[in-house]
C-alpha cells in the first residue's frame, strides 16, 4: 500500500519571473487556493497520508500553509466564521508533512534523490508541485492502483502535440493486451528534437517509483545545464527491471507556465461554487465587448 509521497517544490521557477523573485511558483493562486493545495488534495484523495516535500531557501511559505494556525484560528472563531474556520482547519490535517532541503536546484533527479532517507526501502508516489491534473478518479489513485497489480515503477504520460515533445520526456512502448492505457516501457528519451522522438508520449508529473531509483539517482551524470534527471535515472532502472507508464486522458495544467496558469484560473474560477456562474456571464460580456 503506497501511503507516502515525495513533491519537489525546490525550483527557481524562472519561466514565471519576476513573480518568483520572493514568492514560489507552488503558492501562486488559483481562484482561493494555492497551485499546491490543488496538487496535496489529490494527493490525499489517492490515500497518501505523508507527503516530504523537497524544499529550498524562499520556499518557507508553503510550509506555513501547511502548519496549523493558531491566531487566525482563534480570530475566525471569535468573529463566528465558522466555515471558514473548518476550511483553514481541514487544510493542516490534510496530510503530515515532512521537509528535506535541497541546497542547489540540480535538478527533478537531484530533488528526490534528497528524500532517500526519509523514504528508505519503501515505494513510493512523486507528484510534481506545479502541475495541476483532474481526473476522476485522480491520476494518482490510478497508478496506485495499476502498481498494485504490476508492482513495478509507473509512470504517467500525456499525448502532447508533436512541435511540443522537445520540451518533455518521452517515451516509446507497447501498450498491454489487456489494458490498453497501459504502456510497458522500451525507452526513455529526454527532451528529444521532435524528428528524434520514439512517440509524442510525454512523460507528466505523477510517478510511482520503487525504492532502487535511489541507486540510479547516484549514479547519473549532470546533462548540459548541469541538472540531474529523473528520465536518465530511469532510463537506467529500465535495463533491468520493467516499467510502466499510463497513458492519461483528463485535464492536465502545467502552472509553471504562464498561459497554462491563465487557462487552469479559468477552468476552476467556472467551475467554482462562489462565483461560477457570476464569472462565466462575465467572461461572455468579455469576449462580445472584446469582439472575441
Ligand atoms: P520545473 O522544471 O517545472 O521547475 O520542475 P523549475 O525549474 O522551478 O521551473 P523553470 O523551468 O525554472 O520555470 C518541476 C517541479 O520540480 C521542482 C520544482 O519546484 C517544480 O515543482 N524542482 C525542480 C525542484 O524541487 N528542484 C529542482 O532542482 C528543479
Redesign the pocket.
Known sequence: MIDIAV??????????LPL?KSQ???MIGIVDKPVIHYIVEEAAKSGIKTIVF?T?RHKRAIEDYFDASPELEYHLEKQGKYKLLKIVREISNMIEPIYVR?K?????G??ILMAKKVIGNRPFAVL????IIEGNPPLLKTLINKFETYRAPILSTYEVPWEKVSSYGVISGKPLEEDKNLYLVEDLVEKPAINEAPSNLAII?RYILTPEIFKYLEMIKPDKKG?YQLTDALKLLNRKDSIYAYKFEGLRF?T?NKLEYLKATLHFASKHPEIGEEFKSYLREFLEKENL
Open positions: 513533491i519537489p517544490v525546490a525550483g527557481f521557477g524562472t519561466r514565471f518568483t514560489p511558483k507552488e523537497v529550498g535541497q542547489e536546484a540540480k535538478g527533478l537531484h530533488a510534481l508541485g506545479d502541475e508529473g541538472e502545467d509553471g
